[in-house]
């Protein structure tokens, strides 16, 4: 990839953008030389300008691109993978029985026998493909005069909905396009309802099941998603029955020692999923930094200009299924949800 080589730097994200939307509004020739072009192939539309963007300083993609994980409650909990070349991961993934349970790594020791031999076993992998998302921010000609301003609402915005659309692909996406997400993965178990629970409803039962399949050291990083909905019916079982949620040294609320998240991507109340058990450290989330930018303009329809960014990611559960532990014939898993009851 090309590039025009940066001879100067920018002291604020805000002189930045101002470069940005001073340059799309002329088009043409570089007006601002501390702007870096992006230039690819020939038919990608992604090499100059309003066509395509400017990378983003480094100085201030770390800022950006921190308070995106900063945003959200599952992002932050993913096992990230910063990726610099190319746009396909292969990464060996966590399976049941002997060494393909942690991706093919024979570990022994080497005083007791002889050295393991080599194996021929076939290890499951995990394929990561970074996948483009664009962010489009609309902002009236009136901020624009303000750059201070610009720049704050830029970051806050974008961070709020990167967040949010990369999360729902965390917990819902279907991998064809998109992230793999918890509720699709193979290695999900789902925990069957109670016999004879009522349609709606969370039960004791439902919440200390899905904790005994929790994979063993999951229990000291998992938390608990459930929608507000679900929540109220959680907090309504403590009317009649011992405390459930207590409250944590920061705060936080806790459930059988694990912390609360309310989310909107868990399913709606009484379906399956509607309480995810989710040890997040198990889910790969590879993404390269947000660093082209470009602006748009709109002038002549609403006296508007929309900044665009450009910035790439996929994830997926480390796990290709569940596992069976040596001293157990229940299977375990780092992602557990409640099943439906209607």
Not at 106 to 132: H, M, N, S
Not at 205 to 234: E, K
Request: aromatic share 8%.
């Amino acid at each position: 990839m090309n590039k025009q080589i940066l001879t100067e730097t920018f002291d604020e994200f805000s002189a930045f953008l101002l470069a940005v939307a001073r340059q799309d509004s002329d088009g043409g020739d570089l007006r601002d030389a501390r702007l870096v072009m992006e230039a690819v192939a020939l038919g990608q539309n992604e090499g100059f300008g309003n066509q395509g963007g400017f990378l983003v300083p480094e100085e201030f993609i770390e800022r950006l691109w921190a308070r995106v994980f900063a945003a959200g409650s599952i992002l932050a909990r993913c096992d990230r993978l910063p990726s610099t070349k190319g746009k396909n991961i292969t990464i060996p993934a966590i399976a049941d029985g002997g060494i393909a349970r942690f991706g093919g790594v024979q570990t022994y020791w080497t005083d007791e026998a002889a050295p393991a031999p080599e194996t021929g076993l076939k290890i499951e992998q995990v394929k990561l493909t970074l996948r483009k998302l664009l962010s489009l921010i609309y902002v009236t000609d009136e901020l624009l005069q303000d750059a201070p301003v610009l720049a704050a609402t830029i970051e806050r915005l974008f961070s709020l909905a990167a967040a949010f659309k990369i999360e729902r692909e965390v917990i819902n996406g279907t991998g064809a396009g998109l992230p793999l997400g918890v509720l699709k993965s193979p290695s999900l178990i789902t925990v069957e309802k109670d016999v004879g629970q009522a349609a709606a409803s969370v039960s004791t039962t439902n919440l200390s099941g899905m904790v005994s399949r929790l994979w063993g050291p999951s229990h000291q990083r998992a938390v608990w998603l459930m929608s507000n909905d679900v929540f109220g019916q959680v907090l309504a079982l403590e009317q009649d029955g011992p405390t459930l949620i207590e409250t944590g040294p920061n705060g936080e609320r806790l459930l059988h020692q694990m912390p609360v998240e309310l989310s909107e991507h868990t399913s709606v109340l009484g379906s399956t999923g509607d309480i995810l058990l989710a040890d997040f450290s198990q889910y790969l989330l590879a993404e390269r930094e947000p660093n082209l930018l470009s602006s748009i303009h709109v002038r002549f329809l609403t006296d508007e200009s929309a900044f665009k960014f450009r910035y790439r990611v996929d994830g997926a559960p480390a796990w290709a299924e569940t596992i069976t532990p040596e001293n157990s014939t229940v299977t375990q898993s780092p992602f557990i949800a409640l099943g439906a009851r209607t």
